[in-house]
């Protein structure tokens, strides 16, 4: 049986190394901070001191990191992965990053005769608990064949996109639709209530036509019950609004509404709601409307 290593145990990171650990596989486990370590270590995975050490002991080693910088020194820095590395070895990263570093990765592996492959998710907390994650790939397809097992108990949907990069093209097109429906929901809920209509008739009246979306199955029922919490936080949706339009400008790509969307989470932040979900996006709507939904 394949051994599995994960660095990085997040919020989405610790669910998906579970579902791995659950599914019988050997996992090694690595954590900038330690609870998240000892609860797995607790469940049956084993704790190693570096990224280097985990690379040195597994078949397939994932990452899950915050932001392109993160992922190159987990990778290629000191006591990074490049360190321990051995052939045979599969790299892949579950990080949402630039698709620059991605390829840069990719390059850099390679000449170490290591495969990489670039394999953002989406579905947040809930898909990663559920291991029903859409999983987008880019990189080699004999190494992706290798570790399908794998990613099968993560997720239910797994796409080859392409070659090194295009998995986080993919997600990066994700983020743009998903910024979309967050900001275009907050403003039909705003504009419902400020209009003297009830937001949840409106929302029962719409979703089962042309409007429907996985934002409205499940994001409205939380706001309505005034729960704003992540699910997949606000000041990680802004990186990744950042990484696509810094992506547009590389190949010049006008994105005008998604500049308008970056903007309302940028003033998510300044407003302190940064670490609330990214459907919160609803509160900077409602401040500029003067009304709240559950007013």
């Given at each position: 049986?394949?051994?599995?290593?994960?660095?990085?145990?997040?919020?989405?990171?610790?669910s998906i190394a579970?579902?791995?650990?659950?599914?019988?596989?050997?996992?090694?486990?690595?954590?900038?901070?330690?609870?998240?370590?000892?609860?797995?270590?607790?469940?049956?995975?084993?704790?190693?001191?570096?990224?280097?050490?985990?690379?040195?002991?597994?078949?397939?080693?994932?990452t899950n990191l915050p932001d392109s910088p993160d992922v190159e020194k987990v990778v290629l820095g000191e006591r990074g992965i490049i360190e321990g590395a051995h052939d045979g070895l599969i790299v892949i990263d579950n990080s949402t990053i630039k698709p620059a570093t991605a390829r840069l990765i990719a390059e850099k592996l390679a000449m170490k005769g290591i495969y990489s492959l670039d394999a953002p998710v989406s579905g947040g907390d809930i898909g990663a608990r559920n291991a029903t994650l859409t999983i987008m790939v880019g990189g080699d397809a004999s190494a992706l064949e290798k570790v399908m097992p794998v990613l099968q108990v993560m997720g239910k949907t797994i796409t080859h996109v392409g070659d090194a990069g295009a998995g986080q093209v993919a997600k990066a097109a994700n983020q743009i639709m998903v910024?979309?429906?967050?900001?275009?929901?907050?403003?039909?809920?705003?504009?419902?209530?400020?209009?003297?209509?009830?937001?949840?008739?409106?929302v029962d009246a719409i979703k089962a036509g042309a409007a429907q979306c996985w934002a409205l199955d499940i994001k409205t029922p939380r706001l309505f019950d005034g729960n704003r919490e992540p699910g997949f936080k606000s000041y990680m949706q802004l990186k990744d609004m950042n990484i696509v339009l810094e992506t547009a400008k590389e190949y010049n790509v006008p994105i005008s509404a998604t500049e308008e969307n970056t903007k309302l989470y940028q003033q998510m932040i300044e407003m302190g709601m940064g670490e609330l979900d990214n459907s919160a996006v609803l509160g900077v709507i409602e401040k500029l409307a003067g009304i709240g939904i559950l007013d």
């Open positions: 049986m394949l051994k599995v290593g994960y660095i990085g145990l997040g919020l989405m990171g610790k579970r579902n791995i650990l659950k599914a019988g596989y050997p996992v090694i486990v690595h954590n900038r901070s330690r609870a998240a370590v000892d609860e797995l270590v607790a469940e049956g995975a084993i704790a190693a001191s570096s990224p280097a050490v985990v690379a040195a002991q597994v078949d397939i080693i994932f910024a979309a429906q967050m900001v275009a929901m907050g403003e039909l809920l705003v504009f419902a209530k400020k209009a003297g209509v009830d937001p949840r008739k409106v």
